[in-house]
């Protein structure tokens, strides 16, 4: 699986869109991107995922790069629950597990 | 159903003893993961079950883990000889293979204090 690169922190002012970059500049074809959250003391939860187009669900957008070398994700109204650990995922189809890195580690700021 | 259910959520041990750990699935899923995680780390994958057959285990940590899945339906992760770097939160998912990506849905964890 690619490796992604993601920044180890970020600000949000509560109620303003969070926008969480991903750098996946070995991504091959038939590969994921996947975004799961962690919020303190409780387990990964998936966001979303997609592999060319922009994708949107009630949680968040996702925009995949037309050359899918880089992504971001999209949380369009901050709240202060959302203070979380941001994982940025490349996996295959097909593939057996997901491998996390350190994430993005966003606080959303009253 | 309520989701993936871990057990214990805290484990503390003194160093030298075993310990196991549960991980109840969503019912409908037929697979099965551990992962391991350290503070300030994303989660490590372990080992991973399709049904009761365990079809990735070589990032096991050492031959002090072993997990079974009896039945395909829960699973146990057990730690012999525990050791203070095995203190960690272990994580268990689960996922339906079958769907072209399939999502991973995550327990809460068992949090492994190794005294």
Redesign the interface.
């Known amino acids: 699986d690619a490796k992604t690169t993601q920044p180890p922190s970020m600000d949000c002012a509560e109620g303003r869109a969070a926008n969480l970059p991903c750098n996946h500049s070995t991504i091959s074809g038939n590969e ?1 991107v996947y975004w ?1 959250r962690q919020i303190h ?6 966001i979303i ?1 997609g592999l060319k187009n922009n994708e949107t669900n009630e949680m968040a957008s996702l925009i995949i790069t037309e050359d899918r070398k880089s992504s971001t994700l999209i949380l369009p109204h901050a709240t202060l629950r959302d203070t979380a ?1 941001y ?1 940025c995922i490349v ?1 295959g ?1 097909g593939a ?8 993005t580690r966003l606080t959303v700021i009253p | 159903d309520t989701g993936v259910s871990q057990n214990p959520r805290h484990k503390i041990t003194k160093r030298g003893q075993n310990v196991t750990f549960r991980c109840d699935p969503i019912s409908e899923h037929n697979r099965l993961y551990w992962y391991r995680q350290t503070l300030g780390q994303g989660p490590e994958f372990l080992t991973y079950f399709q049904n009761e057959a365990q079809l990735e285990k070589s990032r096991l940590l050492s031959d002090r883990f072993s997990a079974e899945r009896p039945k395909g339906s829960f699973s146990t992760l057990e730690i012999q000889r525990t050791e203070q770097g095995d203190s960690a939160m272990y994580l268990c998912a689960s996922s339906y293979q079958g769907h072209t990506n399939e999502k991973l849905f995550f327990g809460s964890g068992t949090q492994l204090s190794v005294l």
């Open positions: 994921y799961y003391s409780q387990g990964p939860q998936y995922h650990v994982y996996r189809s057996n597990n997901l491998f996390f890195g350190t994430g």
